[in-house]
């Protein structure tokens, strides 16, 4: 008789349970009425008197360890139940990361200071709040200039000497003033107007300039860079360059690309010719190098400047410039693809 106690003991002791069936079943085969102790109860009546006091302590110690063991098994199944309600399904496959999208006058501005950068281009900054020095007066725009009025300017009420830039070249003059050539630098930033907001314009919005000045720099060298430039930008490689007029630059030009006329889009965009103006440049004036304080004699230099939302709108074939400040996440998200 000892023995089966023996053998049920060491039933309880080895038992496991991950279900709370199965926790119910051994309650049940143990300590239920027709379970193994009642059955070891009613053999304990027909024991022999001397050997009732061993059997008896071994059966008690049984039952005891098997009521321990269901009320053990439970408390830890539901430990590790509640555990599942406050972490989760631990084992269930992760949520997925919600990644964003570069804006597109980032991805643009990026891939503008990429090309410069490859060819030993650094970039600088300046600030948005100007002054009239920085913004027009070193630019070769003095006082009552009328090229002025070109960019109807935004100015502190209070200080008609304070104003938002209305451009990057601004930049120029800031970088001029601090360093020695030879000078390789793009600006790229915010720019403000005071203009009526279309789908063609906008009072704010952003710029790349570009500066270049050492000894013997030439027109030939601002051209080689222009078709670099619109090379890797667009796979475009044909591109000219008409005269025109900008007080910080002398001889001053206009950059068209050759765009091309396949599709209907080719013709819109380009008004039937074919051509697309993407910049601005030149020499830079001795007057602006004297200005920022570098030896008009020893050195030439040229700029240039872009507007980045033109640059997006051409590569992105986007209609309306508004697109960019409305953060529409529908518009926005279609960039997602582009690093
Ligand atoms: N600052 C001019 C603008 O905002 C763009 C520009 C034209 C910049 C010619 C230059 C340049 O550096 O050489 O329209």
Same mark, same amino acid.
């Given at each position: 008789?000892? #023995?089966?106690?023996?053998?049920?003991?060491?039933?309880?002791?080895?038992?496991?349970?991950?279900?709370?069936?199965?926790?119910?079943?051994?309650?049940?085969?143990?300590?239920?009425?027709?379970?193994?102790?009642?059955?070891?109860?009613?053999?304990?009546?027909? $024991?022999?008197?001397?050997?009732?006091?061993?059997?008896?302590?071994?059966?008690?110690?049984?039952?005891?360890?098997?009521?321990?063991?269901? =009320?053990?098994?439970?408390?830890?199944?539901?430990?590790?139940?509640?555990? /599942?309600?406050? !972490?989760?399904?631990?084992?269930?496959?992760?949520?997925?990361?919600?990644?964003?999208?570069?804006?597109? +006058?980032?991805?643009?501005?990026?891939?503008? $200071?990429?090309?410069?950068?490859?060819?030993? *281009?650094?970039?600088?900054?300046?600030?948005? +709040?100007?002054?009239?020095?920085?913004?027009?007066?070193?630019? &070769?725009?003095? #006082?009552?200039?009328?090229?002025?009025?070109?960019?109807?300017?935004?100015?502190?009420? @209070? &200080?008609?000497? $304070?104003?938002?830039? =209305?451009? @990057?070249?601004?930049?120029?003059?800031?970088?001029? #003033?601090?360093?020695?050539?030879?000078?390789?630098? +793009?600006?790229?930033?915010?720019?403000?107007?005071?203009?009526?907001?279309?789908?063609?314009?906008?009072?704010?919005?952003?710029?790349?300039?570009?500066? !270049?000045?050492?000894?013997?720099?030439?027109?030939?060298?601002?051209?080689?860079?222009?078709?670099?430039? @619109?090379?890797?930008?667009?796979?475009?490689? /044909? +591109?000219?360059?008409?005269?025109?007029?900008?007080?910080? =630059? #002398?001889?001053?030009?206009?950059?068209?690309?050759? %765009?091309?006329?396949?599709?209907?889009?080719? !013709?819109?965009?380009? /008004?039937?010719?074919? %051509?697309?103006?993407?910049?601005?440049?030149?020499?830079?004036?001795?007057?602006?190098?004297?200005?920022? &304080?570098?030896?008009?004699?020893?050195?030439?230099?040229?700029?240039?400047?872009?507007?980045?939302?033109?640059?997006?709108?051409?590569?992105?074939?986007?209609?309306?410039?508004?697109?960019? !400040?409305?953060?529409?996440?529908?518009?926005?998200?279609? *960039?997602?693809?582009?690093?």
């Amino acid at each position: 008789m000892l #023995e089966k106690v023996a053998e049920l003991q060491s039933e309880v002791d080895n038992f496991k349970a991950s279900k709370i069936e199965e926790i119910e079943q051994f309650r049940i085969a143990f300590l239920g009425k027709k379970g193994h102790l009642n059955d070891l109860f009613s053999a304990f009546k027909t $024991i022999a008197p001397d050997q009732k006091k061993e059997f008896g302590k071994a059966i008690n110690i049984l039952k005891k360890s098997a009521s321990d063991k269901v =009320t053990l098994l439970k408390a830890s199944l539901e430990d590790t139940l509640t555990q /599942k309600n406050v !972490y989760g399904d631990l084992t269930k496959p992760a949520e997925p990361i919600l990644i964003g999208a570069n804006h597109p +006058i980032t991805i643009v501005k990026n891939k503008i $200071i990429d090309v410069f950068n490859r060819i030993g *281009f650094s970039i600088s900054e300046g600030p948005e +709040i100007e002054d009239d020095w920085h913004n027009f007066t070193a630019l &070769n725009l003095p #006082e009552h200039h009328p090229a002025r009025d070109m960019q109807d300017t935004f100015f502190i009420a @209070t &200080n008609p000497n $304070i104003l938002l830039r =209305t451009h @990057t070249s601004s930049v120029q003059v800031r970088h001029m #003033e601090t360093n020695t050539p030879p000078i390789r630098t +793009i600006s790229p930033g915010r720019v403000f107007r005071n203009e009526d907001i279309s789908a063609r314009s906008h009072c704010i919005f952003h710029q790349v300039e570009g500066l !270049y000045i050492d000894t013997d720099v030439s027109f030939a060298d601002l051209k080689q860079t222009l078709l670099y430039f @619109t090379k890797e930008m667009f796979g475009k490689s /044909k +591109i000219r360059l008409r005269p025109s007029y900008f007080p910080f =630059t #002398e001889p001053s030009a206009e950059v068209d690309i050759y %765009w091309g006329l396949e599709t209907e889009t080719d !013709y819109k965009i380009t /008004k039937g010719t074919g %051509w697309l103006e993407i910049m601005g440049c030149g020499m830079v004036d001795p007057n602006v190098l004297k200005n920022a &304080n570098i030896d008009s004699e020893k050195y030439t230099g040229y700029a240039f400047g872009m507007g980045i939302e033109r640059i997006a709108m051409l590569l992105y074939q986007i209609p309306d410039i508004r697109m960019f !400040y409305e953060n529409d996440i529908r518009f926005l998200n279609q *960039f997602k693809a582009v690093l």
